[in-house]
């Protein structure tokens, strides 16, 4: 498609240069000799002008007024506009009304060409960001749940209703693969915050300091190492939506400064005496059971309260296996795009195999294994010889006999969660030294201290 423009100029000699010139160089130009023409042009004629080089005094009125009075309504265009010498008071209005930038008449036409030319790419960024925000609201509807159980459907009803009221924070359960990030982006793209940032982060997956400066940002100099000041997460986040997955994972200390900065609405970035208003919304994602972990005195209730306004609690896929008709249907159609093949069928044989399993890594497994079977598939056929789904013992725990004397076999298939598997290698580890810290310690090259830790945290049995 060619690059369109709008010249608003009411010399006649320049603006037949300018028109001549740009169309010269492919663009499909229009040239409007005063603001009366380019109202009509624009909103009459639905010309999309990905850019508008307008003169600053037309017969008919001042341009600032003119785009003023059109705000709203002339979308993914950049102004650029030429001044006469002397006119550069009204600059600052320009600006906040949103005008790429200033020229001063005459200019020459290199230098212009210069500037239209960055002005164009700038449209165009900003028409792919629109692009795919517009794409991903349309991925994260509520719809982008699938699945025909009533459970299932009461967690749509929920979300379609949650996206319409504004919340500040909000507690996603449900195991390991069952959904909490997707549901996380339909809470935040189907929401009233979709166009401001949605930013994740794992609590698992820092230590506790650097959580903390992530979280809150620190200034130079905060800590060793502190070179810069760097905003955190919450600050980046401003007017969108903070997803903290794994929150159970976060130390007491860091929990009551989250609580403050959630019911406040203010942070202090570290080494700052000055607070900084966010306004976030906090959605709050755990596979735990918070409210034993609040029992236990693992996890301060006053945050919990605060979080659990509202709380989604996701199924898990052994619970709503009338969903994995729709959700095959799902990944095979994705699969299917993603890898240029033409599965139709999923024969009877393949459909006793997904209904009788139990599902250990939810939906994630399920996703998993369809990627893989339709990979593989060579025809319309879905190879449920690739299925190769494992009998599990014990929920999110490999079979025994995959164990091996010195060593544990790990499913690398999204069937066990990373917690899952950190307390089988460390319970299997006490088991083959009947139950003897100090042994499992140094046959996992970790300190004493460091099993301690994890023992208590996984409720595992050392001896006395
Ligand atoms: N009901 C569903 N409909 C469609 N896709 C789903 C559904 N549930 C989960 N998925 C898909 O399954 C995969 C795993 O889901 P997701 O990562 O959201 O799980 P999770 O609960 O956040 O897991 P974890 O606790 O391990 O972080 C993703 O690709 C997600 O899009």
Redesign the pocket.
């Known amino acids: 498609m060619l690059n369109t423009l709008l010249i608003v100029e009411d010399e006649a000699l320049f603006g037949s240069e300018l028109t001549r010139h740009y169309r010269k160089a492919g663009w499909e130009v229009e040239w409007a000799k005063d603001l009366k023409e380019a109202r009509e042009l624009l909103l009459e004629h639905d010309f999309e002008p990905l850019l508008i080089l307008s003169d600053m005094n037309l017969p008919d009125g001042n341009v600032l007024d003119f785009m003023e009075s059109l705000q709203g309504q002339v979308v993914n265009t950049e102004w650029l506009l030429l001044t006469g010498y002397g006119s550069v008071p009204d600059s600052v209005r320009a600006l906040r009304l949103g005008a790429y930038d200033f020229l001063e008449k005459p200019c020459e036409m290199a230098r212009l060409d210069l500037v239209v030319a960055a002005a164009a790419r700038s449209v165009q960024a900003q028409k792919r960001l629109a692009q795919q925000v517009r794409q991903r609201f349309r991925r994260y509807s509520p719809e982008?749940?699938?699945?025909k159980s009533r459970a299932?459907q009461r967690v749509r009803e929920m979300l379609a209703r949650l996206t319409r009221v504004p919340f500040s924070a909000l507690i996603i359960g449900?195991e390991?693969?069952?959904?909490?990030?997707?549901?996380a982006r339909i809470l935040h793209y189907g929401g009233k915050r979709a166009e401001n940032p949605l930013i994740e982060l794992n609590c698992a997956a820092l230590p506790r300091e650097l959580l903390e400066s992530e979280l809150f940002g620190h200034e130079a100099g905060a800590f060793t190492g502190a070179l810069a000041r760097h905003r955190g997460l919450f600050e980046q986040a401003e007017g969108g939506t903070l997803f903290l997955?794994e929150i159970g994972e976060m130390s007491p200390d860091l929990q009551s400064k989250l609580l403050k900065a959630i019911e406040d609405r203010k942070i202090r970035r570290l080494g700052s005496e000055k607070e900084i208003s966010v306004d976030v919304q906090i959605l709050a994602?755990s596979?735990r059971d918070l409210e034993g972990m609040v029992r236990r005195g693992e996890f301060r209730g006053d945050l919990y309260h605060r979080l659990s306004v509202f709380k989604l609690t996701?199924p898990p896929l052994r619970e709503i296996k009338e969903?994995l008709e729709e959700?095959v249907e799902?990944f095979v159609a994705e699969f299917n795009a993603k890898a240029g093949k033409h599965v139709k069928v999923v024969p009877e044989a393949a459909w006793a195999e997904l209904r009788a399993h139990d599902w250990p890594g939810n939906?994630?497994e399920l996703?998993n294994v369809i990627e893989r079977c339709v990979l593989f598939a060579e025809g319309p056929q879905l190879p449920a010889e690739w299925l190769q789904l494992r009998r599990n013992d014990a929920r999110g725990m490999p079979a025994d006999d995959t164990a091996t004397a010195d060593g544990v076999f790990i499913p690398l298939d999204g069937s066990m969660?990373l917690d899952d598997m950190d307390c089988y290698i460390i319970r299997t580890t006490l088991e083959r030294h009947d139950g003897n810290v100090t042994a499992a310690a140094r046959a996992l090259g970790a300190t004493r201290e460091t099993l301690r830790y994890r023992i208590r945290k996984y409720g595992l049995k050392e001896s006395s």
């Open positions: 982008a749940y699938v699945g299932t449900g390991t693969g069952t959904g909490k990030g997707l549901v997955d994602a596979h996701l969903d959700l799902l939906v994630r996703r969660a």
